[in-house]
Each structure stands twice: as C-alpha cells, then as structure tokens.
C-alpha cells in the first residue's frame, strides 16, 4: 500500500517562512505533488516534482529527494490567506495518493 | 469555461437506497477518478478511468461502483449506502495521467447516510 506522512498542523507569523514535510513509501513513482485547500473548496494545484531537486514558483518552492522518500514545501513571505490546508500526493501511474494534510494556521 | 461539474452538491440518504453522483468535464480529458474525503484521513481515491471502458480500483474501491461509457461522464454509483460512506466526495479530470496542472476537480458533494 501508499504511505504517505505529514504534520498535522502548523501554525506562523504572517511575513515569516514555514516548511512543510512530506515522506513517502509507495509501491511505485511517477510524481509527487502539493496541492492547497481552503475549507469546504476543491484542492487546487501548487507545485509538480518528478526529478530530485528544488522547484520554486514565485513564493511557493518544493524539493524533492527520491532516494529518501522526501519532499518539502517552503511558503515564503506568508499571507493571511495562505492559511489553509496542504495536501502531499504520489502518482503512481494511474493512481493517486495523498497524505492527510497539513493545516497551516498564519497568525497576524 | 473549463470546468468538471458534479451532481448533487449535497445529497441526504438513507441506508440500502441506491444513489447516483454525476460527474461531467468539458476538456475532452482521458483522465477521470472520484476521491472521497474524511477528516484526518484526507483524500483518498476510490476509482480512476484512463478512457472510455477503461476504469480501475484506487485505494477504498468497497461499496462503489463507475462506468465510463462517454468520454465525458463518469458517474458513481453507490448501490446499498451505508453511514461508513457519509463523506465529501470530488470528481477529477485530467489531461492524461492524474496530478498537476492539467488536473481540475469538481466542487464536491457531501453526501451524509442515515
């Protein structure tokens, strides 16, 4: 089966930087993905990783490391509204696994 | 607009009555899955398609069943409901392969089973 591990919840200072751990051990790897979700809405789409190494779009960068089965995801600059929940997932072919979340609480 | 649409947005039920959540995508996407979601276990997926006839279990494929006889639609049907299945279920579509930026999900449905 997938296994796919994150903290529960983590909370930051609006302006400051918070990083979001991801391990994984599944049966196979074609990707891994970060996804955002406010409350009672769709998750949409963050970053993409499928080679080892970092990836950054604008305030929001993900590094991946294959061989540990890791990932992270750096929100820098932190907003009110990015206070929501992050979701870590691997494809593998078809399928798609997530982890359970992280709910990132931005304080003022 | 692209957009995946789903249907209902909220559904009351009872036990053992059988239900049906319509998914639908106007992309001409391969690519469909149906995720449910329950607190501190997040998304999970119950059935994927990667084209017309072509469907496969995820990961909580029990109690459900899809078809995908066009290329747009790709409902799920729950034959006998039962309260273990009470959840906020989402409807994706893709280009090809699940994941990424080609990836649209539906609004959600909460679906609660008394």
């Known amino acids: 089966g997938q296994n796919i591990d994150q903290p529960t919840e983590m909370t930051a200072t609006e302006g400051a930087i918070v990083q979001i751990n991801c391990t994984y051990q599944?049966?196979?790897?074609?990707?891994l993905f970060w996804y955002q979700q406010h409350a009672g809405e769709a998750p949409t789409f963050l970053s993409y990783?499928?080679?080892?190494g970092l990836e950054e779009k604008g305030r929001f960068s993900s590094f991946l490391s294959r061989s540990k089965g890791y990932s992270y995801l750096l929100l820098k600059e932190l907003q009110m509204k990015d206070s929501a929940s992050y979701l870590c997932?691997?494809?593998?072919?078809?399928?798609?696994?997530f982890g359970a979340g992280t709910t990132v609480t931005v304080r003022a | 607009e692209a957009q995946v649409t789903q249907n209902p947005r909220y559904l009351i039920t009872v036990t053992g009555k059988k239900l049906t959540v319509t998914c639908s995508q106007n992309?001409?996407?391969?690519?469909m899955s149906w995720y449910r979601q329950d607190p501190g276990l997040g998304l999970r997926q119950i059935y994927y398609?990667?084209?017309?006839?072509?469907?496969d279990k995820g990961d909580v494929p029990e109690g459900y069943k899809v078809s995908r006889k066009e290329k747009r639609n790709f409902p799920l049907i729950l034959e006998s409901p039962s309260p273990n299945q009470t959840s906020l279920y989402f409807c994706?579509?893709?280009?090809?392969?699940?994941?990424?930026?080609?990836?649209?999900f539906g609004p959600g449905t909460r679906l609660l089973v008394l």
């Open positions: 994706a579509s893709s280009l090809t392969a699940p994941g990424g930026e080609t990836q649209y």
């Open positions: 599944t049966s196979g790897f074609n990707g």
């Open positions: 990783n499928v080679l080892d």
């Open positions: 997932a691997v494809r593998d072919l078809g399928k798609l696994s």
């Open positions: 992309m001409n996407h391969e690519y």
């Open positions: 398609s990667m084209n017309v006839e072509v469907t």
